[in-house]
């Protein structure tokens, strides 16, 4: 139990390979929050990948938003906003006494079971990044900004990878 309850969590997780660490974009460290962009660490990481990069398609992207509807209804949390994108996924929840990694991690499971269920280049491999963020929202000014950046912003910033043909965000 928190002492402390959010108003909402912010969450996003990433196609496993589409952000590795060392990225031109910004990357995260475990404990040490934003880095700079570490070209040869990226391209290190790049040529490790044990499995090829899989997109999500429209297709996929609508199968995994309506599994975080269903699973919020489910759990009984309020749902704010949420968005499959072509490499990353952003959701805006509040979950009263659940810490926000449980609810990330519940998310992409659930997610991951949908997407290997019914598209088999999903299976036996991972579909998505290690982890993932999580954010607190405290204030209400706050928590309309997210859920604004989640529905509406994501779609003006430079359109989808997929739709443009590249991997970037």
């Known amino acids: 139990m928190f002492n402390h309850v959010p108003l909402?969590?912010?969450?996003t997780w990433t196609v496993y390979g589409t952000f590795l660490q060392g990225d031109e974009r910004g990357w995260r460290k475990r404990g040490e929050g934003e880095q700079s962009a570490?070209?040869?660490?990226?391209?290190?990481r790049r040529e490790r990948l044990k499995?090829?990069?899989?997109?999500?398609?429209?297709?996929?992207?609508?199968?995994?938003?309506s599994e975080i509807?269903?699973?919020a209804d489910y759990r009984g949390w309020r749902l704010w906003a949420k968005n499959a994108r072509s490499n990353h996924v952003h959701a805006v929840i509040t979950a009263s006494s659940v810490a926000g990694n449980t609810v990330r991690d519940q998310l992409k499971a659930n997610c991951t079971r949908v997407l290997r269920t019914q598209w088999v280049q999903f299976v036996d491999r991972p579909v998505w990044t290690n982890g993932g963020d999580w954010q607190c929202i405290n204030m209400e000014e706050e928590l309309e900004q997210v859920v604004l950046y989640v529905s509406v912003a994501q779609d003006r910033m430079c359109g989808?990878?997929?739709?443009r043909g590249t991997t970037g965000r």
Do not use: G, T
Request: proline share 12%.
């Open 8 to 11: 909402a969590y912010f969450i």
């Open 38 to 44: 570490q070209p040869k660490l990226a391209e290190w």
């Open 51 to 65: 499995h090829p990069i899989e997109l999500l398609n429209e297709p996929q992207r609508q199968a995994v938003e």
């Open 69 to 71: 509807e269903r699973l």
């Open 160 to 163: 989808d990878p997929v739709k």
